[in-house]
Structures are given as C-alpha cells and as structure tokens.
C-alpha cells in the first residue's frame, strides 16, 4: 500500500517543442481568440503616411492663402479710404462735417476738390455749379471717409 500512496511522477501531455514561454512577445497571435497580426508593408505604410501629409499641408495652404487674399484686399480699402480722405482733407469746405453723415465730393473746373453737403440728384432748378461728381463720402469714426459711391463713367 505505501508503493500506492507513493506520489506519481508528473507527466505534462503537452509537447514543450509546441508552447512558447513567452507568448505575449511572438509576433503573430498565439491563441484562437488572438488578434491577427499582419507583417507590415513598410513602404506602403510610409507611402500613405506621406500622402495624407501633403493633402493636410495642400490643405493649410489654401486656407493661408485665402486668408493672405482677405488681408491684402482689406489693406486696398484702408489705403483707398486715406487716399479719399487726403483728398477731402484737402477739398475746400465751408462747414465742419459730423461723423457717420454723407457727403459729396465735386471737382471744379480749376480742378480743385469740393466737399458738398448736397448730392447730385438734389441741385435745384439752376443745376450743380461743379465741373463733376466725384464720390459720395461717409465720415467714419477714425476720421477716415468711407466712399459709398464713385463717380461712373456717365458721371465724369
């Protein structure tokens, strides 16, 4: 009886040359339920890499560049406005105007400028007593002058 109770040597069913001692680090799955790893293809894998990074920076730049086009365009009109306004600062006028009403810029037949309070269309029955109608004009808070309407080439 004691040769039965004799402990029975271990015998482990499973072949060692088929199990791996560290699993986690081979580089395909190691279980049914595994993940299913893929060698990668390094070039294609950089290929599309590069690819998205140049549509993202193509991108940015046409959004920068849409954004220079704005910028430019609004430093025309700031030049354009101290242009006009050089000029009305210059143009005689017989009374203080008032910020955020509308005048009408004239020019004589001497060539000097004229700021009027009165438009085109509202001369009486004796007319306008200017050679043409340059603009009508807008005072802005800044003491710059807005033009609202330029003379067309009917008017000149």
Same mark, same amino acid.
């Given at each position: 009886? !004691? ?30 339920? *595994?993940?299913?790893? !893929?060698? $990668?293809?390094? *070039?294609?894998?950089?290929?599309? +890499? %590069? #690819? ?20 430019? $365009?609004?430093?025309?009109?700031? #030049?354009?406005?101290? +242009? %006009? +306004? ?20 004239? #020019? ?7 700021? +009027?309070?009165? *438009?085109?269309?509202?001369? *009486? ?32």
């Amino acid at each position: 009886m !004691k040769e039965e109770k004799k402990e029975k040597e271990f015998i482990n069913p499973i072949d060692p040359d088929k199990i791996a001692e560290n699993p986690h680090l081979l580089p395909y799955a190691h279980t049914v339920g *595994g993940a299913v790893i !893929k060698p $990668m293809d390094k *070039g294609r894998a950089k290929g599309l +890499s %590069v #690819q998205a990074m140049q549509e993202q920076t193509k991108m940015q730049l046409s959004q920068i560049e849409e954004q220079i086009k704005l910028l430019a $365009m609004q430093a025309k009109k700031l #030049q354009d406005r101290v +242009s %006009v +306004s050089e000029m009305i600062y210059g143009a005689d006028m017989n009374f203080k105007p008032l910020i955020n009403h509308i005048y009408h810029l004239y #020019q004589r037949e001497n060539g000097e400028a004229v700021l +009027s309070m009165v *438009g085109p269309d509202e001369w *009486g029955w004796a007319g306008h007593k200017f050679h043409r109608f340059l603009a009508t004009v807008k005072l802005l808070a800044d003491h710059t002058w807005e033009i609202l309407k330029e003379a067309g080439p009917e008017e000149e």
